[in-house]
């Protein structure tokens, strides 16, 4: 089994982590160097903060503070919250899309390289619950740009199940069908982080698995590689997962305004009118 990538996903670490301080006056960094460690922070908080307070509720003002840098630093790095966004997504939907090709193609057969790359999906997400919960819930309250990257990371995805090459006298698997599972596929996540079951993602493996399949490869094959998926190998991973997870809570970061990351452990706010102006001031 491949494990995932060792790449940190966006949101998982905090801004003000001591390794990551620039130190006032000669530090020794070249300005590529601060303008990147800066650029990752503010990512980072940027994540944080959508999984605590919803993109409804996000300020440039909550994510600097939170970076530790100031709205000046800000605006060099990004226009604006959507471009922000944008940034957070494409960096960690890259991550989550190459581990699944890793481990898809670390299997013998296609089957079982979808059951793979599925694994490796709702193992990432269920360690990283800010940031699945910006990428599968808030993005759907991000701007066009925004839409349009998760639009080219479903078309992506849809290239995983959409099963092996023909064969002779057969013909490829029409797009409908593939973007139905992929819908399928989507939704049950999307439903499982915003009822604050993130964590628990890795128990869809077996269901997800046989959904996947069965269009392709038929029930009994299907069911086959559903009830594989109970196997050691995975009964491992999900415990894995959850020590990473509890850990994680351990190392919560200390960014004032943060106190609990992950939208499942969050009571998001209802803003009152005097948010929404403060809000809107900010932005502009």
């Given amino acids: 089994m491949v494990e995932p990538p060792e790449t940190p996903l966006p949101g998982t670490r905090s801004a003000l982590e001591p390794d990551r301080a620039i130190k006032p006056g000669r530090h020794g960094l070249a300005p590529e160097a601060v303008a990147a460690i800066q650029r ?5 908080a940027f994540v944080q903060v959508i999984a605590e307070r919803g993109y409804a509720g996000a300020t440039i003002g909550r994510i600097t503070e939170a970076a530790g840098v100031t709205k000046k630093t800000f605006y060099s790095h990004f226009t604006d919250l959507d471009d922000c966004f944008l940034a957070a997504y494409e960096r960690g939907t890259a991550i989550v899309l190459s581990g699944m090709a890793a481990a898809f193609g670390a299997e013998p057969t ?42 080219e990371c479903m078309e992506r995805f849809r290239a995983f199940l959409a099963g092996p ?11 409908v069908v593939a973007d139905a599972v992929v819908g399928g596929v989507y939704s049950t996540i999307y439903v499982h982080i915003e009822n604050g079951e993130t964590t628990r993602l890795p128990e ?10 069965m269009p392709l490869v038929g029930r009994r094959e299907a069911a086959r590689y559903r009830d594989a998926c109970t196997s050691h190998s995975d009964a491992a991973a999900l415990t894995a997962v959850r020590e990473r997870e509890s850990e994680a809570a351990v190392r919560a970061p200390g960014a004032e305004g943060v106190s609990e990351l992950g939208g499942e452990a969050a009571v998001r706010e209802h803003e009152s009118e005097t948010a929404v102006r403060e809000r809107e001031s900010e932005r502009a």
């Fill in 40 to 44: 990752d922070r503010l990512i980072d």
């Fill in 165 to 175: 090459p023909p064969g002779p006298g057969e013909t490829a698997v029409p797009t």
């Fill in 110 to 151: 296609w089957p079982d390289g979808i059951r793979a790359a599925l694994r490796t999906v709702l193992s990432m997400l269920a360690a990283a619950p800010p940031f699945a919960r910006m990428a599968m819930v808030e993005v759907n309250a991000a701007g066009p740009r925004v839409r349009r990257a998760r639009i």
């Fill in 204 to 213: 869809l493996l077996p269901q997800l698995t046989y959904f996947a399949l």
